[in-house]
């Protein structure tokens, strides 16, 4: 088996501004290309100009690189952290081929890469490039991992069950995966994994991390495992199937993220108390991080419940954790409105709706202030976390390399009974 090469979806726009540096060609022109062009979608063909040349397809149009390592590719203002309060636009710098695509009335940019040069810009993108080699090795590890996972689930499945939800009038519980994307492997989000090329700062250890952990996977009873992470566990971390579909994975379980139990605790935050207790006290971990608190009016708070979920709550009287996961994360909110009363998870559904991008975390506790006739004018949310807190918590991994644990301690500190194999 050798490394598979990735199609990316990068940018979905009406119109893509690129730049080409160094020779590339395309299937229908042999001749070299190189500069700045333009690609539109002129009544349903694709449409690319710069540079005195002219390009139509009805469906796609691919440059490839002369020489690969001597070429690179930059797609201008490349949305990053779509939907999350860290959105912003800026321009990334590929390796690779460019595949320009009609997708639906919008063009997608897809920068099409091999497996390990994608790693050395995963990890550079999800964690600072000049963290320690061990911890670049971790993530260069667990991010090899998830792809061939996916991959491979992609491969043995023949229906793909986009945004799972259960609907009933006093429920919703949903929860979002990476979805088959099909129109290419992965997107370069946060949705899937943080993937921006070049464009960040890449030192000789992310080089070094791909390089010599090249192949390894984790695996579980001859399977790629499913590794995944996050950027706060909160001192526990969470199961898989609390997070996603109820699917156990034995080596995605909730463990403490320190050397032992803190004193006094468990991991297992399901009990409403322990919960609260372990938000308060913020007891020792690897990941250990200051509580976060959001605060809202019952105006400003009642608008967004309203807004998020499209539905008339009235005035927001209430929200009761009905579900906690091990972590302490809540997988089942009740919200209390004058007009409507409704149950809804899973976390992220949870998150979303209490906020205009992403709640950091569905760990929080929830105090009311300022009781008028029965209804609180004022809520404080208090958290604990980052994420949805399964599998590796980038945080705490962080703490973990600098503390001079070695990348396979780390990996098998959040993945307990996977075993550390090389593939190819």
């Not at 290309?33 to 690319?48: P, Q, Y």
């Not at 089942?332 to 409105?337: D, Y």
């Amino acid at each position: 088996m050798g490394q598979p090469l990735l199609n990316i979806g990068i940018q979905t726009e009406t119109e893509i501004t690129f730049l080409l540096k160094g020779d590339f060609v395309t299937e229908r022109r042999k001749e070299t290309l190189s500069g700045r062009f333009k690609a539109v979608l002129n009544k349903d063909i694709v449409e690319i100009s710069g540079q005195g040349l002219f390009l139509k397809s009805k469906n796609e149009i691919t440059f490839v690189p002369v020489d690969a390592e001597d070429s690179s590719l930059v797609l201008q203002s490349v949305t990053i952290g779509k939907n999350f309060h860290w959105e912003k636009k800026e321009n990334q710098k590929f390796t690779g081929s460019l595949k320009i695509i009609k997708d639906g009335e919008k063009l997608t940019a897809i920068n099409i890469v091999p497996l390990e040069e994608y790693l050395v810009s995963v990890i550079s993108s999800e964690m600072n490039s000049a963290s320690s080699l061990e911890l670049l090795k971790a993530h260069a590890i667990i991010s090899r991992s998830w792809i061939l996972a996916q991959l491979d689930k992609k491969k043995k499945s023949s229906q793909h069950n986009l945004f799972p939800f259960i609907k009933t009038e006093d429920e919703i519980i949903k929860w979002w995966d990476r979805e088959d994307h099909d129109k290419f492997d992965f997107c370069s989000d946060d949705h899937c994994q943080r993937y921006q090329g070049i464009t960040k700062v890449i030192t000789e250890n992310s080089f070094r991390a791909v390089e010599e952990t090249r192949g390894i996977v984790l695996t579980e009873k001859n399977e790629i495992c499913d590794t995944r992470f996050s950027k706060c566990c909160g001192g526990i971390t969470e199961v898989f199937e609390n997070v996603w579909e109820n699917v156990e994975h034995k080596y995605l379980k909730n463990i403490s993220d320190y050397k032992f139990d803190p004193e006094g605790f468990k991991p297992d935050l399901r009990d409403e108390k322990n919960a609260v207790r372990w938000i308060k006290e913020v007891p020792q971990a690897f990941c250990n991080t200051h509580d976060r608190k959001v605060i809202y009016s019952q105006t400003d708070l009642a608008k967004l419940i309203n807004a998020k979920s499209e539905i008339d709550f009235g005035d927001i009287i209430d929200l009761i954790p009905v579900e906690r996961g091990y972590s302490g994360r809540i997988i089942k909110l009740k919200i209390i409105g004058s007009k409507k009363t409704l149950t809804i998870g899973k976390e992220l559904f949870i998150r979303k709706v209490l906020s205009k991008t992403h709640l950091y975390s569905s760990a929080f506790i929830v105090k009311k202030e300022k009781i008028v006739e029965g209804v609180p004018q004022k809520f404080i949310l208090t958290g604990a976390g980052w994420g949805h807190g399964v599998g590796l918590c980038q945080i705490g991994a962080a703490m973990m390399g600098e503390m001079g644990y070695s990348f396979d301690e780390i990996l098998i500190h959040y993945f307990r009974g996977a075993e550390i194999k090389r593939i190819y």
